[in-house]
């Protein structure tokens, strides 16, 4: 029987310490919630055994909707894995149903799960707001144009253009292509 740590952050910028639990083995995501397909979480699924203990920080880590999180703990709860969750001083094992623990664990799911709507809410509106200001401009081009085009019409090959700009072949090639059509 082993104690298993997951541990996710939603950037890589993300401090992780204040979910750091002594732990047998610890998985560590750092990516968003948002979706289940996460590499430490699937590894954990993989490697969790019958008797073993999930721990994690708080439900949010695990999931951020209720949905994503109780397919988690019944596919844990189906190997004979308990998933605890320290905050909310919550576990659900296989063997034992506790009426309140699922409740409150509804509850808190759906909580968090509004909170992350509402959060992407605001987000498109300050973005709406920012754009018809004429202040947010969305990301910045990773990519010269400019330069791959320069190149291109100077005579150089899409290959030579690779060679000469460090840009892939598929990028070089949609500019040759864009130019020619």
């Not at 590499?39 to 708080?58: I, Y």
């Not at 330069?147 to 000469?164: C, F, M, P, W, Y």
Request: aromatic share 6%; no cysteine.
């Amino acid at each position: 029987m082993m104690l298993l740590s997951y541990i996710r952050v939603s950037t890589v910028e993300q401090n992780d310490d204040r979910q750091l639990i002594e732990a047998d083995k610890t998985f560590t995501d750092k990516v968003s919630g948002s979706t289940t397909d996460r590499a430490e979480l699937n590894n954990l699924k993989d490697f969790a055994r019958l008797g073993d203990t999930v721990t994690v920080h708080d439900i949010s880590r695990l999931a951020r909707n209720i949905k994503d999180l109780i397919d988690i703990i019944e596919f844990f709860n189906s190997k004979g894995v308990a998933v605890e969750f320290r905050k909310e001083a919550m576990t659900f094992t296989a063997d034992k149903k506790n009426p309140m623990n699922q409740l409150m664990l509804n509850l808190l799911g759906s909580v968090y799960q509004f909170e992350r709507e509402i959060m992407l809410e605001r987000q498109k509106e300050g973005i709406a707001k920012a754009k018809a200001k004429g202040v947010y401009k969305g990301r910045k081009p990773t990519v010269d144009y400019a330069l791959i085009e320069q190149h291109l019409n100077n005579g150089l090959s899409i290959r030579k253009t690779v060679a000469e700009t460090g840009y892939s072949l598929g990028t070089v090639a949609k500019v040759s292509k864009k130019l020619k059509g």
